[in-house]
C-alpha cells in the first residue's frame, strides 16, 4: 500500500476501504507518513467528501490509535452529553447532577476551556476544593455510588485526532464535515460511553453558523454512532444569542444552582430539559421522551437534582455548602452596569463578540497558558426580544480591574437595539435521531 495512490484514490472521489483508512491513520500517528501527505489526504476529503460506512471507520481507526476508557464496571447505561460550544454554555453543570438524580450514571471526561470561559473543569474550580485528578477506580467507585463523577481528559485519548487537527488547522481543511464528525465521535466513543446525545448549536456564537451546515453535522455524527454501536441522536439549539444570563466561570456555577433550584434562565432550563429527556431516555430510565422530561422536572421541583449536586462536589473535595451559600464561590471586586444609550428594542447580542468580552476580563483563556480570574464575567441583563429604557442596564460587568472601557465598547457594539419590536429566536431548531 503506498500513501500517494490513497491520495490519489480520494482525489478522484473514490472509496477508500476500511484497511486502507488504518494504514492512513495508524501511519501518520507512527510518524510514518509525513504531514505533506496527509495534508494533501485532508484536502482531498475537504472536496471529495466520504461515504457513511467511510466516516465510521475513520472514526473507529482515530479511537483504536490511543487508549480507550473502559466503563465496564459502572452499573447501568452509561450516556455520554457533547456540546459544539457556544457562549454561556452551562448545560453540562446543570444536566451532570440533573439526569444522575433519576438514576441515569453520568461518567464525564471534560477539559479545560481555551477561548471565551473556562471548560466545565474550570467552571467546577471555581468550588473551592473541588479538584478531578482521581484514579480510574475511585472514579467508577463514585458514579456507582452517586450516579455521577468528572474526570481529567487522558492524555493519549485519540492521539491521532489531535495531530489530524493540529494539521488541518493550519491548512484550512478544518471546516469539513466528514472531519469535524469523526473527530468529535472519536472522543466520545474512545471515552467509553454506551449512547451519545449530541448539542449542536448553531447561529452567530457557533461554529457552525448556518442552519443547513448544522443539520448536516448532526446528520454525520448521529449516523457515525449509530454505525459503530452507540445509540446515539442530536438536538440542534440556538446560538445566535448566549445561552442563559451568565459568562464567566463562578457566574455560571451560581447559575446552575440556580437552574437546578428551578429559578434559573428560561432558555437554559429548556435546553436541559431537552438534552436530559434524552440522555435519560437512551439510558432506558423512561418508555417515552415525555416521561423522561416528567421525571426530570420532578427532581427539581422535589429538591433531588439539588442535592446531586451537592453530593456530587462534596465527593470530589469541593465545599457543597456553595450550593445553599453561593456567596462563597469567588467574588468580583467591581460590578459595573452597562446602561442603555437610548431606547427601543434587543434585536442582536452578537454572542461570540461578548464572550471575548468576557475573555478580556479574565473568564477565559487566550492562549494556553493563561490563567483564568474565576471571579469575573458578565451578566446580560436583557436578552433578543427584551424591551429596553434608556438608562436601564443592559449587562453587569464583574470585574477585578476598575478601568475597563475597551470591554464596555466591544459590549456596546454587540448589543443592537431595533426601535421595532423583536421576536426572540427560536431555541431548538431540530432533533435527530437516525
Avoid at 464525564?108 to 482521581?134: P, Q
Avoid at 448539542?199 to 453535522?217: Q, W, Y
Wanted: with cysteine.
Amino acid at each position: 500500500m503506498r500513501m500517494v495512490d490513497l491520495i490519489q484514490k480520494k482525489r478522484d472521489g473514490l472509496e477508500l476501504s476500511k484497511e486502507e483508512i488504518q494504514y492512513i491513520i495508524n501511519g501518520y500517528t507512527n510518524d510514518e507518513i509525513p504531514d505533506y501527505q496527509v495534508s494533501a489526504f485532508t484536502m482531498a476529503v475537504f472536496f471529495k467528501d466520504m461515504t457513511d460506512r467511510e466516516r465510521a471507520d475513520l472514526t473507529m481507526a482515530m479511537v483504536e490509535s490511543g487508549d480507550t476508557i473502559d466503563l465496564s464496571g459502572i452499573e447501568g447505561i452509561k450516556v455520554d452529553k457533547h456540546s459544539t460550544g457556544g457562549v454561556g454554555d452551562t448545560t453540562t453543570l446543570v444536566l451532570g447532577p440533573l439526569v444522575a438524580s433519576v438514576g441515569v450514571p453520568v461518567a464525564k471526561m471534560s477539559g479545560r476551556g481555551l477561548g471565551h470561559t473556562g471548560g466545565t473543569i474550570d467552571k467546577l474550580e471555581a468550588v473551592e476544593g473541588f479538584h478531578v485528578e482521581i484514579e480510574n477506580d475511585e472514579f467508577i467507585r463514585l458514579v456507582n455510588e452517586n450516579k455521577i463523577a468528572v474526570i481529567g481528559q487522558s492524555g493519549n485519548l485519540t492521539p491521532a485526532d489531535k495531530k489530524l487537527y493540529s494539521l488541518r488547522d493550519v491548512t484550512a481543511t478544518v471546516n469539513s464535515i466528514p472531519l469535524i464528525a469523526s473527530s468529535i465521535m472519536s472522543k466520545k466513543i474512545a471515552a467509553g460511553a454506551d449512547a451519545i446525545v449530541l448539542d449542536v448549536k448553531t447561529g452567530a456564537g457557533a461554529f457552525m453558523k448556518d442552519l443547513d451546515d448544522a443539520k448536516e453535522l448532526a446528520g454525520a455524527m448521529v449516523s457515525i454512532g449509530n454505525a459503530v454501536g452507540r445509540k446515539t441522536m442530536a438536538v440542534i439549539s440556538d446560538m445566535s444569542q448566549p445561552l442563559g444570563y451568565a459568562i464567566g466561570n463562578a457566574l455560571e456555577v451560581k447559575e446552575a444552582i440556580d437552574t437546578l433550584r428551578g429559578e434559573g434562565p428560561e432558555d437554559l432550563l429548556d435546553l436541559c430539559l431537552e438534552l436530559g429527556s434524552y440522555m435519560v431516555y437512551l439510558a432506558e430510565k423512561a418508555s417515552s421522551l415525555e416521561k423522561a422530561r416528567e421525571m426530570l422536572q420532578e427532581a427539581i421541583e422535589s429538591g433531588k437534582a439539588l442535592d446531586a449536586f451537592k453530593v456530587f462536589l462534596s465527593a470530589q473535595g469541593g465545599d457543597g455548602s456553595v450550593v445553599d451559600h453561593p456567596e462563597k464561590l469567588p467574588q468580583a471586586k467591581f460590578k459595573i452596569e452597562l446602561e442603555a444609550k437610548e431606547e427601543g428594542y434587543v434585536s442582536e447580542i452578537v454572542a461570540d463578540a461578548v464572550g471575548t468580552a468576557a475573555m478580556w476580563l479574565g473568564a477565559g483563556r487566550e492562549t494556553k497558558e493563561s490563567v483564568i480570574d474565576l471571579a469575573v464575567g458578565l451578566m446580560l441583563n436583557k436578552k433578543i426580544g427584551d424591551k429596553v429604557e434608556k438608562g436601564d442596564s443592559l449587562v453587569t460587568i464583574y470585574s477585578n480591574q476598575e478601568n475597563i472601557e475597551s470591554v464596555k465598547e466591544k459590549l456596546y457594539e454587540s448589543i443592537k437595539l431595533s426601535f421595532e419590536e423583536v421576536k426572540a429566536p427560536k431555541l431548538i431548531h431540530a432533533t435527530i435521531s437516525k
